[in-house]
């Protein structure tokens, strides 16, 4: 847990005026928004919060001491009037914030989108969209080494490495045990394995499915739950059906850190990741990773989690498979992982970098 930050006043204007924008509002940018507007307020910056309307009832902006204001074009546009800097999180919300200040002299400080751009139609647009708000940018961050290249390629004219550590998933005082945990999902005496996520398709749940089919061959069989929600729900719900694999599709969860706490092994199987959210959560926990070697996930874990290329279902089924053999893997692992999460930069560092980067740009301005 982070220590309470000290208030302090920075300097450029006081009190210095932000706007952050968050655009479809993923779970890793949310918290990692709440805690920054947090953070923030704390040091005397007057923060407005510009989101999805439903991310303020599950994440409290305001509780954190920023203001909040929904994320229509008019609304952002107004937030926008008058601030010292606007600060967008992902490619729409860079979009948007870009649009909202044009004719303006407010720096544009963006929070680069995690992933590639992919192929055809989409791809082309998706990068035209990036080259435009990295263009527009007058600093990108962005959370992994992967994601600045990125961002330089596009056309920024300055792109920093800016690790973003979100706060650590906590249980609520009156959460079950994992013993009860572990009862409520029928595996008391067998593997419990986790994936955590939006069901879209970059998180690689399709493979994650192809390796559930070599795991019935397991004695005994591991439960896979899935926690989160998506437009691919239907799609995979017809292959567990289908092919009788040991999934269990759980929706959107509030007890995420309770699934996390009882698991054996945590997976993520993606196709692209900067700083994800579940590693952070699964390597502070002490919870055993497989992951897929993509993006940000190598630096981000370095030996604390099994990797695997992406796309390799046996590769994949194969790690897993192996760690729940062997017992002292997984307590390696486990407490590799505790001392790798201790090496991240805390909130309170990260604040103090964006921080940094918005003073250095009122100095710009002035």
Do not use: N
Request: aromatic content about 4%; charged content about 20%; glycine content about 10%.
């Amino acid at each position: 847990m982070s220590s309470t930050p000290v208030p302090v006043t920075p300097y450029g204007r006081t009190p210095l005026r932000t706007v952050q924008v968050l655009g479809g509002g993923g779970a890793g940018s949310s918290a990692h928004v709440r805690s920054l507007a947090a953070g923030l307020a704390a040091r005397g910056v007057r923060v407005t919060v510009c989101a999805p309307v439903e991310t303020e009832g599950e994440y409290d902006f305001t509780g954190a001491g920023a203001r909040f204001a929904p994320a229509a074009v008019t609304a952002l546009r107004a937030a926008c009037t008058g601030a010292d800097i606007v600060h967008a999180h992902g490619l729409h919300a860079g979009m948007r914030a870009a649009l909202a200040l044009r004719g303006q002299r407010v720096p544009l400080v963006v929070t680069w989108p995690s992933g590639p751009s992919g192929e055809g139609p989409l791809g082309q647009l998706t990068r035209l969209l990036e080259r435009r708000v990295a263009r527009a940018a007058a600093v990108v961050l962005g959370a992994s080494s992967a994601q600045v290249d990125q961002a330089r390629r596009r056309g920024a004219r300055d792109a920093r490495l800016a690790p973003v550590t979100v706060p650590a998933a906590r249980q609520a005082p009156d959460a079950p045990d994992a013993g009860k945990v572990r009862a409520e999902l029928g595996v008391v005496e067998r593997p419990l394995l986790i994936a955590v996520g939006s069901l879209v398709p970059h998180r690689g749940y399709h493979v994650l499915l192809d390796a559930a089919r070599e795991w019935r061959a397991l004695d005994p069989v591991p439960l896979l739950v899935i926690a989160g929600e998506g437009p691919q729900r239907a799609v995979l719900a017809r292959r567990i059906e289908t092919e009788g694999l040991p999934v269990r599709l759980l929706g959107q969860r509030p007890d995420v850190a309770e699934l996390l706490a009882a698991a054996d092994v945590a997976v993520l199987p993606s196709r692209w990741e900067a700083r994800s959210l579940l590693a952070q959560e699964a390597l502070r926990a002490g919870v055993p990773l497989v992951a897929t070697a993509v993006g940000g996930v190598p630096e981000l874990v370095g030996e604390a989690a099994v990797l695997v290329p992406y796309g390799d279902a046996g590769a994949f089924a194969g790690a897993v498979a192996a760690l729940l053999d062997d017992a002292p893997r997984r307590a390696g692992l486990a407490a590799a992982g505790l001392l790798q999460a201790g090496t991240w930069p805390s909130e309170d560092d990260t604040v103090a970098q964006v921080l940094a980067v918005y003073d250095e740009l009122m100095d710009r301005v002035r």
